[in-house]
T-cell receptor, first 112, second 114 residues
Framework: DGGITQSPKYLFRKEGQNVTLSCEQN?????MYWYRQDPGQGLRLIYY???????QKGDIAEGYSVSREKKESFPLTVTSAQKNPTAFYLC???????????FGSGTRLTVV | AQTVTQSQPEMSVQEAETVTLSCTYD???????LFWYKQPPSRQMILVIR??????QNATENRFSVNFQKAAKSFSLKISDSQLGDAAMYFC???????????FGKGTRLSVIA
């Protein structure tokens, strides 16, 4: 079955460390997105990519980095520059605007 | 820039009753799409209903329907015959044409009382 897979489901990071969240889709979708979810804040856009080898910053890109070397993959790195990384991270993909997104199941990142 | 506002952080409804969740948006584009997503305790985002701005007819999906008022930039969600499984966070979202990102509201937490 086609879908979008995020891993790991839970991730713990020590302060000062970089961590990478995985997002893989087999839907043949061109566009992929990363959002951060905090209580009471809704979903805020971190980065998005509409085509391979190209990506754009979202509203809260500081302290994060991404790559899009393959159509299927859009990993997110949370760097040590991100001061408050503890959050729930959602990856999504889309092919046509009127059908919205297909979401992954999310990664819960906790700084310990 | 688009903005989406959900003015009700929390709502509750009795089982089998009807509830309406509010959403207003702001965009300068004429071609856009509107969505309601449900996020149950599992945190999996589920598309509930969608509406193309150029369509005047309100979208319906079983017990879920919208009241789309384009001039007022309002897009409310009505849930009829509420069920315990409807308890979740509900997010309203808007996007322009092309694969531009969705802009989400802050959500409304819906509780269903048995």
């Amino acid at each position: 079955d086609g879908g979008i897979t995020q891993s790991p489901k839970y991730l713990f990071r020590k302060e000062g460390q970089n961590v990478t969240l995985s997002c893989e889709q087999n839907l043949n979708h061109d566009a992929m997105y990363w959002y951060r979810q905090d209580p009471g804040q809704g979903l805020r856009l971190i980065y998005y990519s509409q085509i391979v080898n190209d990506f754009q910053k979202g509203d809260i890109a500081e302290g994060y980095s991404v790559s899009r070397e393959k159509k299927e993959s859009f990993p997110l790195t949370v760097t040590s520059a991100q001061k408050n990384p503890t959050a729930f991270y959602l990856c999504a993909s889309s092919t046509t605007p009127n059908y919205g997104y297909t979401f992954g199941s999310g990664t819960r990142l906790t700084v310990v | 820039a688009q903005t989406v506002t959900q003015s009700q952080p929390e709502m509750s409804v009795q089982e089998a009753e009807t509830v309406t969740l509010s959403c207003t948006y702001d965009t300068s584009e004429s071609d856009y799409y509107l969505f309601w997503y449900k996020q149950p305790p599992s945190r999996q985002m589920i598309l509930v209903i969608r509406q193309e701005a150029y369509k005047q007819q309100n979208a319906t999906e079983n017990r879920f329907s919208v009241n789309f008022q384009k001039a007022a930039k309002s897009f409310s969600l009505k849930i009829s015959d509420s069920q315990l499984g409807d308890a979740a966070m509900y997010f309203c979202a808007c996007r322009h044409s092309g694969n531009t990102p969705l802009v989400f509201g802050k959500g409304t937490r819906l509780s269903v009382i048995a």
